[in-house]
C-alpha cells in the first residue's frame, strides 16, 4: 500500500464519516477514498503543516491530502528557503494535482528596518536580488504570485519622500518580474504601526504609481479587518489592483467562523466578481490536533456554500 494512502486510510474512517463541528456548522463528509465529496467553488490554498496530522510529516503527503479533500490551490511562504530540488519536486507534484500554486516571499535580506522607503541604494539592491532569485523559484514550482512588504517607516523623510522611494524601488522589481508573465502582491499589514504598508487604499496608489501588471494588492482578510474594516466596501473600491487574497478571522487569526468576520458574505462576494483568484489560508487552527483539521476542513465548507 502507498504511505499516502496508509496515511489517509489510518486518519479517515473507512467510511462515510460526518464531522460536525457545532451548531451551525455545515457538515464535511470525507467518502471511502478518503476525498472530500464536493470541492470548493473558490481556490482556497493550505500550507504545508496545516494537515500534518492527517497526512504526515512528509510534504508531498500533505500535498496529496489537501487535493483529496477538494482544495486546488496551495501557497508556502518559505519556498525561497527551500533547496531547488525540493522545490522541484513539490513543483512537480503540483502538476500532477492540478494543483495552482500560490504566493511565495520575496526574500529582501530579512528585517523591517530593511525598508524601501528609506531610498537606500543597499536596500534596494537586497530587493531587486530577492525578485531575480524569485523569477528562478517560480519556474521551479510553476509560481505566478510573490509577496512584496516593503518595510517600515522612515520617519525621518516625509511621507510623500517615501511613497516616492517605494514607488521607485517597485518600478525596477516589476522590470525584472514582467518579462516572466510573475506578479509581486504588496502586502499592507497590521503587525506594527511601524510598517510602511497599512492600508488597501494606500496600496492601491502604490500600484496605480508602479503601473505595472507585475504589481498588485494582496489582499489579506484578517490584516484589513484589523486596520480598516468595511471588507466588502474596501474590496471593490481596490479590486482593479487586487491580484492575490489571504484569510484568517479576527480576532484570533484562525480559520473562518471563529471570529466576527463573516466569511460567507466576503467569498460570496469574490465569487460574483471572479473565481480566478487563490485565497490563501495564511492562519492558525482553533484546535489541536486530527480533531482541529477536520473542524478546519468543515469550517471552509461551511463559508463556501452561498
Not at 480566478?276 to 486530527?290: C, R, Y
Amino acid at each position: 500500500m502507498k504511505r499516502r494512502n496508509f496515511l489517509k486510510n489510518s486518519v479517515l474512517t473507512a467510511g462515510a464519516t460526518t464531522l460536525s463541528v457545532g451548531s451551525g456548522m455545515a457538515m464535511n463528509t470525507i467518502n471511502k477514498a478518503g476525498k472530500a465529496e464536493a470541492g470548493f467553488q473558490l481556490k482556497y490554498a493550505p500550507h504545508f503543516g496545516m494537515f500534518k496530522n492527517s497526512a504526515g510529516n512528509d510534504l508531498i503527503d500533505q500535498l496529496h491530502f489537501m487535493a483529496d479533500q477538494g482544495f486546488t490551490a496551495f501557497e508556502d511562504n518559505g519556498m525561497m528557503g527551500r533547496n531547488e530540488s525540493l522545490q522541484t519536486k513539490i513543483g512537480e507534484a503540483l502538476a500532477q494535482l492540478n494543483m495552482t500554486m500560490g504566493v511565495f516571499v520575496v526574500d529582501k535580506g530579512g528585517n523591517m528596518e530593511n525598508t524601501l522607503a528609506a531610498g537606500k541604494k543597499e536596500y534596494i539592491d537586497i530587493f531587486l536580488d530577492g525578485c531575480r532569485r524569485a523569477v528562478e523559484v517560480a519556474k521551479r514550482v510553476n509560481a505566478k504570485w510573490m509577496t512584496v512588504v516593503p518595510g517600515g517607516y522612515e520617519r525621518n523623510l516625509p511621507i510623500g519622500i517615501q511613497d516616492a522611494n517605494v514607488i521607485e524601488a517597485l518600478r525596477r522589481g516589476a522590470e525584472i518580474l514582467e518579462p516572466h508573465g510573475l506578479v509581486m502582491v504588496l502586502e499592507p499589514l497590521s503587525d506594527s504601526p511601524d510598517l510602511y504598508l497599512r492600508t488597501s487604499e494606500q496600496t492601491f496608489m502604490i500600484c496605480k504609481a508602479v503601473n505595472s501588471p507585475s504589481c498588485k494588492i494582496l489582499y489579506d482578510i484578517y490584516h484589513m479587518q484589523k486596520n480598516e474594516g468595511n471588507l466588502i466596501h474596501n474590496i471593490e473600491l481596490t479590486w482593479d489592483e487586487i491580484g492575490y487574497f489571504q484569510i484568517g478571522d479576527n480576532p484570533g487569526r484562525k480559520e473562518p467562523t471563529t471570529g466576527e468576520i463573516n466569511f460567507k458574505n466576503v467569498f460570496k462576494f469574490i465569487h460574483g466578481r471572479s473565481t480566478d483568484f487563490v485565497l490563501g489560508m495564511e492562519h492558525g487552527i482553533l484546535l489541536d490536533g486530527l480533531e482541529g483539521e477536520k473542524r478546519l476542513i468543515a469550517a471552509y465548507k461551511e463559508s463556501d456554500s452561498f
